[in-house]
């Protein structure tokens, strides 16, 4: 019996030399990238690397093993790759946003303006770069949302990474009433500063009058802290302030209406 030029027992441990070269190449694959991501990880390779090239070999590896497939039916392997040259053109075509992303992927990975485990703002949203792959990379935000964001959108936007150094400053307003005196401000406001073991001592430290407001004279507060306590001094400074002006008989003032009544 023939089917299509080939006999049913041809046929047949055709299909079965198939599918051991499918099971055991697909299983080869895996152990090489298993292997392969566990060396880079002793080695203490760029995670960002890591990854991109990672997903490249995943995808060549499975190529390869698809065409040694197709080559156990008879197939040429030169009349593949003539089938897939012709047919590049028209997929390149329906593909032009994928092969953006991987042209932008490319770009991060080389140019490295973040790196896996940095806080950013990127392509419209803020959160810890936790993958970069192929086509797009994997955001993870402060409420512990999981984003995808097409690599073309990072890299056809502004990229803010507030990791990129270990140190930053800490700016704050803040306003006390026009009955305070500037230096007893500025002294109470020291002495908070000077209480924080978090702000750098070998940094400068600015207490000054920054502007005269509607309601309230506005002082300047800028003093500098490693990145991964930015927010602990911040929240640190803000309560502690409020509670030693109020020590110190020094009156916030806040928004407020006269309203007079006519006959």
């Known amino acids: 019996m023939f089917i299509g030029g080939w006999s049913l027992t041809a046929l047949l441990l055709t299909i079965l030399k198939a ?20 060396i880079l990880e002793k080695k ?3 995670p960002m690397l ?7 070999l995943k995808f060549l590896l499975m ?13 040429q392997t030169t009349s593949l790759i003539a089938v897939l040259g012709a047919a590049s053109l028209a997929v390149g075509l329906a593909l ?10 490319f770009m991060l990975v080389v140019l490295k303006p973040f790196k896996v485990g940095d806080y ?29 964001i097409p690599n073309s959108s990072i890299t056809s936007g502004s990229i803010v990474n507030y990791n990129a150094y270990s140190e930053r400053r800490v700016d704050l307003k803040i306003g006390v009433s026009y009955d305070a005196d500037i230096n007893h401000v500025k ?3 020291n002495e908070v500063i000077e209480a924080n073991e978090m702000i750098l001592a070998d940094k400068p ?4 009058m920054g502007e005269m407001g509607d309601s309230s004279i506005n002082f300047t507060v800028r003093v500098w802290t490693y990145t991964d306590n930015y927010w602990d001094v911040y929240f640190d400074l803000m309560e502690n302030i409020k509670i030693k002006l109020d020590l110190e008989g020094i009156s916030i003032p806040y928004p407020h209406i006269t309203v007079e009544m006519k006959k």
């Open 205 to 208: 430290v600015f207490v000054r």
């Open 63 to 75: 190529f390869v093993l698809v065409v040694a497939i197709l080559q156990t039916f008879g197939v």
């Open 19 to 38: 599918g051991i070269i499918f099971f055991v190449g697909r299983a080869l694959i895996n152990f090489v990238l298993t292997r392969l991501t566990k």
């Open 96 to 105: 032009q946003g994928n092969l953006s992303n991987f042209a932008s992927g």
């Open 187 to 189: 002294r109470s406001i």
């Open 44 to 46: 203490s390779f760029d």
């Open 120 to 148: 950013v703002d990127a392509g419209g949203h803020s959160g810890v770069i936790t993958e970069i792959g192929i086509f797009h990379s994997t955001l993870k935000t402060v409420d512990n949302k999981k984003i995808l």
């Open 50 to 56: 890591e990854s991109f090239g990672l997903s490249i």
